[in-house]
């Protein structure tokens, strides 16, 4: 009996080299699927992009007579989805100069001409990486932003986070009395099958 069990012992090692040996393969094999699929779902995603190119302009007149700042934001009905953005910056007055709407598939960049109001005109490249999360109904989107003057200079250059389906102020090319600001809304969703 002692030797029945001495040989159960002696094999009980070996057993659990295996048992894990086996365990690290099919956790190997399915580390080799996963990110698979998720990159194959998120290549299904789709978004909306609307680009809105906004001029900001002090106006010494408005000051001279103590108007508050942004005090004609109220009155510039297709900017209340970001006039809580815009209140802070240092501005009386915001013109839309430009809007370019596109769809853009997820883990694709895709390059933007902006019309700026001195004629100018500004490149946007934008790559939506896809949905950081999907908790509680809201979802975030990882999304890359390069941003450059008419001359090429680097006016932006990041990735940041947007809520799904809501506008964001992203930038702002800062002047003495006039300031080229963007604001950009991502609605993405998964794609019709194609």
């Known amino acids: 009996m002692n030797r029945e069990i001495a040989v159960v012992r002696s094999r009980t090692p070996q057993l659990v080299r295996a048992g894990i040996l086996f365990g690290s393969l099919i956790l190997f094999c399915f ?3 996963a990110p698979a699929s998720g990159e194959e779902s998120d290549q299904h995603q789709i978004c909306e992009v ?3 190119v ?3 302009t002090r106006d010494q007149r408005a000051r001279e007579v103590g ?6 934001l109220d009155a510039t009905p297709l900017l209340q989805d970001v006039k ?3 209140k802070p910056l240092p501005f009386e007055d915001y013109q839309i100069v430009d809007t370019v ?3 853009i598939r997820v883990g694709n960049s895709r390059s933007f001409r902006l019309r700026e109001a001195d004629g100018e005109e500004s490149s946007l490249r934008i790559e939506p990486h896809g949905f950081l999360s999907k908790a509680q109904g809201e979802s975030k989107i990882l999304v890359s932003i390069n941003w450059r003057g008419s001359a090429g200079e680097q006016l932006l250059d990041t990735k940041l986070k947007f809520e799904n389906g809501k506008s964001m102020v992203i930038g702002t090319d800062k002047a003495e009395d006039t300031s080229t600001i963007l604001c ?3 609605d993405c ?3 019709a099958n194609d």
Do not use: D, T
């Open 101 to 103: 709407e596109e769809q």
């Open 67 to 72: 108007a508050p700042v942004g005090s004609k």
């Open 189 to 191: 969703h998964e794609a």
């Open 184 to 186: 950009v809304k991502f």
């Open 50 to 52: 609307r680009v809105r």
């Open 31 to 33: 580390s080799l699927i």
């Open 84 to 86: 809580s953005q815009l």
């Open 54 to 56: 906004l001029q900001g």
